[in-house]
Structure formats: structure tokens, C-alpha cells
């Protein structure tokens, strides 16, 4: 088992590109003393407010007779036919959670996650406003495991002007259930799983987090709005302070499944911001997705059949439930040090 580190850590030692006040990656931008969270433009964004203009085509032959003309245009026609691609406008900001490098979401109280919250909120206000963005993804990946370079407690939200492959996917799935049923797919998956109880984890007034029934990672999780609630922006005081409430509850037993820190990658989906109506094919949520087995070292792989053919389950979505279940959420590092 990973030993735990020591809770009275140095908070400075150790500070990186985006503790406060230190100089930022490349050395061009130095962070402000900041005592809460702190938002920044991406030094290194994957999308750019303004994208040159894409074209391509296929090069012709270097003969010149009319059959290597006719060639390739027919290639031309294939690869228009078969091949799509399309420049992507956005902004890309990341989030810091605290000012200390030593946390992680896991150790966080109520109040700092609550802050992250609203600052969520905010970004997504601002971006939203913008005529080209229609979609704002907001997610974390915690831990090296899941490619996170900087270890310093921080989230990243990007904002496009196309809606990305898996919420269509999920906005499609909605769309077709509320026009056969009449009500909303996650709602009433919601109202399935409280009565059923066996794949609950925790849950308060405004949110439960369960693992779903088609979960495909070991330790999986899906934490869903108990209200027909569309994103962010819609949720109330006490709503935003019951999320910060349901992702400590639900990081803090991550991290004590093995005593470590415990990797993910964590993403909210909500309505996206392209002025259309999505009542009847949005609700808000967040998933969950952790990579470990069977220890804080071994994890899972997507290989062979699982990627050829269909995923397989390690553990029963029940299973992981009464595992997480019957994690504290009180962190080890605190009860081994009591």
C-alpha cells in the first residue's frame, strides 16, 4: 500500500508554474498573489479564438495528360466523401482551485470547493456570452496517471464553437427518450436508482452520486442533479453549495479506497450556450472516471477485446458502490494522524 504523505507539508516548497505569484510556463507571465481560486488563459491552448481558414486537396500527378487529370479529381470527390474536417474557434482557461499546491479537491472543505463553484459559474456566464461559443467544457484530470503535468490543484474549461462528440451523443440520446416517454432520461434514471439503492454512493438534498449501471471503469461515477436542472447557471445558493458538498464526499472517498491520491478525470456536462432550447434534452451532471483496480499502482486497461469488440467489467457497478460506500469521508491523512 502507498504510505501516506504527512499532513503538515511544507505549502511552499515545492511551488509550481501555477502557485501564486511564481512565473508561468515560458516565463512570460508571472501569477498575481491570489488567496482564493485564479483563472487564466491556457499558455498552451488546443483552440484559438482565431483559426486560419483550412483547406486541402490532393496533389496532382507529375504527368499532365488528361487520364492523370480525371484521377485526380476523382480522388478529390473520394476523399471530399470520406474525410471531414473543420476549424474549431474556442478559448481555453484553467482554474486554480487554492492557492496550495499541497491539496487536491480530496482535502478541500466545503467552502474552497464552493468557491471553485462559483467560479465555474462565472467563466461559464462570461464565455457563454460570447456570439461564436456554443458549447464550455469544464473538467479536471487529477494525477500524472491521467496526463496531468502540474500537480498543483487546477481544472481547465474550454469553450467552443461546436458541441464536442460525447455530449451530442448524450443530447441525441435524451432527445429521442423524451419523444418516445414525455420525460427526461436522467430524471427518471435518478428516481431507478434512489429506489433501488444498491448503486447509490452518497447522495444530499440537491445531488447523489452512484455508480452507473453501464460503468465501464473499475470505480466509475456519476453524479447527477435530483432537480431538472439544465447547467451551472441554474443552480441556487444552497444547490452550489450541496455540489462543492457531493464532490468532496465523492473525492475524499477516492482517495481512501487505497490511502493515495487517487487519479481521474472528472467533466461536467451540461445545456450547451448555443441559444436553442435543450428543456427536454439536458440535465445536469458530472462524471467520474478513475482508472485504478486493484491498487494505487494497478490499473485498468482498455486492450485487446474490450477495445476490439465491447468493454468488460472488472467489478459489478454493486460491487463499486458498496466499496466507495464503505469508504470514510474523512481523509487517511487526517485519521493517520490522529
Known amino acids: 500500500m502507498v504510505q501516506p504523505l504527512e499532513r503538515n507539508w511544507d505549502r511552499t516548497a515545492g511551488a509550481h508554474d501555477t502557485s501564486p505569484s511564481n512565473s508561468r510556463a515560458g516565463g512570460k507571465e508571472m501569477n ?20 486560419p481558414v483550412y483547406s486541402w486537396s490532393i496533389p496532382a500527378t507529375s504527368t499532365d495528360n488528361l487520364q492523370s487529370v480525371a484521377n485526380t479529381e476523382n480522388m478529390q470527390s473520394i476523399a471530399h466523401s470520406l474525410l471531414k474536417a473543420e476549424i474549431v474557434r474556442g478559448q481555453c482557461r484553467v482554474v486554480c482551485f487554492s492557492p496550495r499546491h499541497d491539496l487536491t479537491m480530496a482535502e478541500m472543505d466545503i467552502d474552497e470547493i464552493l468557491a471553485v463553484v462559483k467560479t465555474w459559474t462565472r467563466e461559464y456566464i462570461e464565455l457563454s456570452a460570447k456570439e461564436y461559443i456554443n458549447y464550455i467544457q469544464i473538467f479536471e484530470n487529477k494525477g500524472s496517471m491521467m496526463g496531468c503535468s502540474n500537480p498543483h490543484p487546477h481544472g481547465q474549461m474550454w469553450a467552443l464553437g461546436d458541441i464536442p462528440q460525447e455530449p451530442s451523443r448524450e443530447l441525441s440520446s435524451m432527445k429521442k427518450y423524451y419523444e418516445e416517454h414525455s420525460r427526461c432520461l436522467l430524471c427518471d434514471y435518478v428516481a431507478l436508482e434512489t429506489r433501488d439503492g444498491a448503486r447509490i454512493v452518497c447522495e444530499n438534498d440537491s445531488f447523489v452520486c452512484l455508480v452507473p449501471f453501464w460503468a465501464v471503469w473499475p470505480f466509475e461515477t456519476l453524479v447527477v442533479s435530483k432537480h431538472h436542472l439544465g447547467s451551472l447557471v441554474d443552480l441556487n445558493p444552497v444547490q452550489q453549495k450541496d455540489l462543492a458538498d457531493v464532490m468532496r464526499r465523492v473525492a475524499c472517498r477516492y482517495d481512501n479506497v487505497f490511502e493515495s491520491s487517487f487519479p481521474y478525470s472528472m467533466g461536467i456536462h451540461g445545456a450547451p450556450c448555443d441559444g436553442q432550447p435543450h428543456a427536454n434534452d439536458c440535465h445536469l451532471h458530472l462524471h467520474f472516471y478513475p482508472p485504478l483496480l486493484r491498487s494505487a499502482t494497478i490499473k485498468k486497461f482498455l486492450v485487446g477485446f474490450e477495445m476490439m469488440a465491447e468493454p468488460q467489467r472488472d467489478l459489478t457497478p454493486e460491487q463499486a458502490a458498496e466499496r466507495l460506500r464503505g469508504c470514510s469521508e474523512i481523509h487517511y491523512k487526517m485519521t493517520n494522524t490522529l
Request: aromatic residues 20%; glycine residues 0%; proline residues 15%.
Open 32 to 51: 498575481p498573489s491570489y488567496t482564493s481560486t485564479f483563472v487564466f488563459p491556457n499558455d498552451f491552448p488546443a483552440v484559438q479564438e482565431t483559426q
